[in-house]
C-alpha cells in the first residue's frame, strides 16, 4: 500500500520582471509558482468519497509554500500576490483537482498569515497593531482542467489582503513538460512580491485597504 | 550590462520517482533563461560584436543563476547545455553570435571546469515557442547516463525584436540510467571527450 501522498517530481519557476517595454522597474517584480506532481490515488475508477485526500494534502501544501517563497529569495513579509491551480492527469476527473482548493489556501495562510503592521514590521519599527487582523485575508484565486502531459495553466493571482486590489490581478503560466500522466495529479501554488509591472489602471489600491475583509 | 534583460526566469526540476522506482538522490536540473532586446534586430549588420559580448554577460549570469537555484557548489554541477530561440525581426546568426564565440568561458567559471563541448540548440521562434535545451556531462561528453535534454518556454516571448537565451546545468544524469557505455567514475577529464 502506497502512502495517499506520493511526490514523483517537484518542479519551480520564478521570474524576475524588469519591464514590459515601459520604464524599467526599481526592483524587479518577482512571481513565482511551485508544482507537484503526485500520484492520483482515485484514478481510473469512481470513488464515492474522496475527503481523505484533502486532508493528506495540508503538510504538503505548507512544505510547497516555504519552498516557493525560498526559491523566489524573499521572506514572506514580500509576497503580496497570491494563487493556486491543480491540472488533473487523463484517468482522473476534474473533481480530483478540486481537492487543492482547501489544502492549496491553508498553505497560504500558514505561510503568510502574520498578524501585525506589515509597513511598520518592514520600516523596521516593529509590529505596531492596526486594524489588519492577520494577511492571507483574501480568497486564494484557483483554477484547475485534466489535461495530458505538457498542459499549461494560467494560474490566476490576486491581492493576498483584498480580492479588488486592481494592481495585483495577474495570471502565471505553468507548464511541468512531460507531466501530468495519466494518473497523476499537479498541484500548484503561485507568488508575486507586487503588482504588474506596469499597473496603471486604476481601481482600489493596496495603500488603500480599508475594510480587512478580503474584499476591500 | 551589456544585454537590455527584460525577463530573468529560473526553474528547478526535481524529480524523486521514475517507473515506478525512487530516485535517491533526486535528479535535479536547473534551467534560466534571460529575455533580451536583440540590438540587431530589423537590420543586417555584418559585425555582431554587441551580441557576442551579451553572451559572455549572459554565460556567467546565467549559469551562476542555475548553480545557485541548485544550492550546490560549482564543482558539483554535472552536466550542461545552452540554447537560444531568434524573434522574428531577428536571425539565426544572431543565436549563433551569442552562444559559440564567448558565452562557454564564464560558464565553465560557474560550473568550474567544463572540458567538454557545451551543447546547443538554436531556433528562430515567436512568444511561447519552445526549445529543448540539449545536455551532455561537462567534462567528458561520451558519459551515456548524462545524455538528456531540457525544455525551455517563456509564454510572452520572444517578441520580434527580442532573444530568449537559456542556460542548462544539473546535479545529476537521468533517472535510472541503464544503457551502458562511459561512467562518470571512468571519466579522465582531459580531451572533454572521455
Not at chain 1, 487523463?90 to 498569515?113: F, K
Not at chain 1, 506589515?118 to 520600516?123: K, W
Not at chain 2, 554565460?59 to 545557485?68: D, T, Y
Request: net charge neutral; aromatic share 4%; proline share 6%.
Amino acid at each position: 500500500m502506497t502512502a495517499l501522498i506520493d511526490v514523483r517530481r517537484v518542479f519551480t519557476h520564478v521570474e524576475e520582471i524588469h519591464h514590459e517595454f515601459g520604464p524599467v522597474a526599481s526592483a524587479p517584480l518577482v512571481r513565482g509558482a511551485i508544482a507537484a506532481v503526485l500520484r492520483n490515488p482515485y484514478a481510473g475508477t469512481y470513488y464515492a468519497d474522496i475527503l481523505p485526500m484533502m486532508e493528506a494534502l495540508n503538510p504538503l501544501g505548507v512544505d510547497l509554500a516555504k519552498q516557493l517563497c525560498e526559491a523566489m529569495g524573499v521572506f514572506p513579509e514580500a509576497i503580496q500576490g497570491y494563487g493556486k491551480g491543480a491540472i488533473v492527469g487523463a484517468a482522473g476527473e476534474l473533481e480530483h483537482g478540486a481537492l487543492w482548493h482547501v489544502p492549496g489556501g491553508y498553505a497560504m495562510r500558514e505561510l503568510l498569515g502574520w498578524k501585525g503592521d506589515r509597513a511598520a514590521y518592514l520600516a523596521g519599527k516593529g509590529g505596531v497593531s492596526t486594524g489588519q487582523p492577520g494577511n492571507a485575508l483574501s480568497i486564494v484565486p484557483s483554477t484547475k482542467k485534466v489535461g495530458p502531459p505538457g498542459t499549461t495553466l494560467d494560474v490566476p493571482m490576486t491581492h493576498i489582503n483584498a480580492s479588488y486590489v486592481r494592481s495585483h490581478f495577474d495570471a502565471i503560466e505553468v507548464c511541468v513538460p512531460g507531466s501530468p500522466r495519466s494518473d497523476e495529479l499537479i498541484v500548484i501554488l503561485a507568488m508575486s512580491t507586487g503588482a504588474r509591472v506596469h499597473a496603471r489602471v486604476g481601481g482600489l489600491a493596496a495603500q488603500d485597504i480599508s475594510q480587512w475583509n478580503g474584499l476591500r | 550590462m551589456k544585454s537590455q534583460i527584460r525577463k530573468i526566469i529560473v526553474q528547478v526540476d526535481e524529480v524523486l520517482q521514475e517507473g515506478g522506482q525512487a530516485v535517491s538522490p533526486p535528479t535535479r536540473r536547473a534551467l534560466a533563461m534571460a529575455v533580451i532586446a536583440n540590438p540587431y534586430a530589423g537590420k543586417f549588420s555584418e559585425n555582431l560584436d554587441q551580441l557576442i559580448d551579451i553572451g559572455e554577460e549572459l554565460g556567467g549570469l546565467l549559469g551562476e543563476r542555475c548553480v545557485k537555484a541548485l544550492g550546490i557548489q560549482p564543482e558539483d554541477a554535472h552536466s550542461y547545455g545552452k540554447a537560444a530561440i531568434v524573434g522574428e525581426a531577428g536571425e539565426l546568426e544572431h543565436a549563433a553570435a551569442i552562444l559559440h564565440p564567448k558565452l562557454g568561458a564564464p560558464l565553465r567559471k560557474a560550473v568550474s571546469k567544463g572540458a567538454a563541448l557545451v551543447p546547443s540548440a538554436k531556433k528562430q521562434g515567436t512568444l511561447g515557442t519552445a526549445i529543448d535545451v540539449p545536455l551532455g556531462h561537462k567534462d567528458a561528453a561520451f558519459v551515456r547516463s548524462h545524455f538528456d535534454a531540457m525544455e525551455a518556454r517563456v509564454n510572452d516571448a520572444p517578441r520580434a525584436n527580442e532573444i530568449v537565451v537559456a542556460v542548462v546545468v544539473t546535479d545529476s544524469g537521468r533517472p535510472h540510467p541503464r544503457i551502458g557505455g562511459l561512467q562518470v567514475h571512468e571519466i579522465t577529464g582531459t580531451d572533454g571527450l572521455r
